[in-house]
């Protein structure tokens, strides 16, 4: 069982960046306003979400990290809203599979904190008072530990994971309105740095001045697309022409409804469209699908990042329209 559990667990926790996404989604998800991220030496060793959301109650302790156990499935509209990305109650019972966590957590009701072990296959094996303000921390350390390939495969791809983390971290600090987010790595004995802060603040327009500057925001204009289905479009694109080379380094962030995910085909789109003219524009675009309940369907990969969207041709077909009609402006 707990080989099948591992291997299933596989398919949700990917990587390093999937799985502090699931934690950031989480943190998100409780209402939180300050989300930290905490790695050691790039999250070989351990990494830790700290947020000063609701907190879990004593009552799910025992269940939750036990598979499918989650709080948020009420109902199946809410699975089609989509207002909390975490709804399979599947996060936390496959990070206890791959690495060993714990969560110190209190809510507004406890006069103290909580400190708890998980073993692997997520059954509670300790509790302890802590001090902690309102919110949680949920840390996990060696990931992958008890996979020796995937293991190997995570020591020697170490920068790699760690870059898809740093683009990941970006996203949401592109995105996160109201949310003061940080991320620190820790090496050697005691070398913090600070990898991002953001203050949470601002709309997406000072979101892009703070995570990339005001030089790369100033080749970028504002889009605003409607796609049949009641799905709308916005955000920036890069001007044609303009600052979007190659120096620009991987920059097209996708969201929906203020989520960070992977569209591969939609930035194929943009490649294409902007490749037409010169071969080396990099298109930096940074868009989010506003999806309000009951219109576009989406469904989306076990590990949460990939979006599928039903009536995808058209939708693609729209926002080719929305593209071009953006370029061909900016082009003169
Ligand atoms: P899901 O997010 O799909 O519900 P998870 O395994 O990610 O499943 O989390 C299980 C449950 O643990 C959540 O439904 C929630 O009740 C609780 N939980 C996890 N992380 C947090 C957090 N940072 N703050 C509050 N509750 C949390
Ligand atoms: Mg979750």
């Known amino acids: 069982k707990g080989a099948v559990h591992r291997i299933c667990a596989g398919q949700v926790i990917l990587d390093l960046s999937s799985a502090v996404k699931e934690l950031v989604e989480n943190s998100l998800d409780s209402g939180a306003t300050s989300v930290e991220v905490s790695l050691r030496d790039h999250g070989l060793d351990s990494f830790l979400v700290s947020d000063n ?3 879990i109650s004593p009552d799910n302790f025992e269940v939750l990290c036990l598979k499918h156990h989650t709080s948020k499935l009420t109902d199946f509209a809410d699975l089609q ?23 110190e957590t209190r809510t507004k009701k406890e006069a103290v904190a909580s400190h708890l072990t998980f073993d692997h296959s ?27 390939v995937r293991s190997r495969e995570f020591t020697r791809n ?15 600090a592109l ?31 000072d979101n892009i001045i703070t995570v990339f500057g005001l030089s790369t925001f100033n080749c970028l204009q504002p889009v605003t697309i409607d796609v049949p289905g009641g ?19 991987d920059r097209q962030f996708f969201f929906v409804n203020g989520r960070p995910v992977d569209m591969p085909k939609v930035g194929k789109l943009l ?15 940074i868009l989010n699908f506003d999806l309000p309940t009951g219109t576009c369907d989406v469904n989306i990969a076990p590990d949460k990042r990939k979006v599928f969207l039903s009536d995808e041709n058209s939708i693609l077909l729209a926002l080719r329209d929305g593209f071009q009609q953006v370029y061909s402006l900016s082009s003169g």
């Open 175 to 205: 995105i996160a309105k109201g949310v003061r987010l940080v991320c620190t790595n820790t090496t050697g004995r005691n070398m913090k740095s600070v990898v991002l802060k953001t203050n949470g603040s601002g709309s997406l327009k």
């Open 122 to 148: 997520g059954l509670l094996v300790s509790q302890e008072s802590s001090a902690r303000q309102v919110g949680t921390t949920v840390a996990m350390r060696k990931l992958f530990a008890n996979l020796p």
């Open 53 to 55: 959301g609701s907190g």
């Open 271 to 285: 490649n294409e469209l902007y490749r037409g003219a010169n071969s080396k524009q990099y298109p930096v675009a």
């Open 81 to 103: 809203s989509l207002t909390t990305f975490g709804f399979r109650g599947e996060a936390l019972s496959s990070l206890c599979a791959l690495g060993e966590l714990t969560v």
């Open 231 to 249: 799905c709308k479009v916005e955000g920036f694109l890069s001007k044609p022409g303009q600052g979007n080379g190659r120096n620009l380094g």
């Open 158 to 172: 170490i920068r790699k994971e760690y870059g898809k983390l740093i683009s990941l971290m970006n996203a949401y």
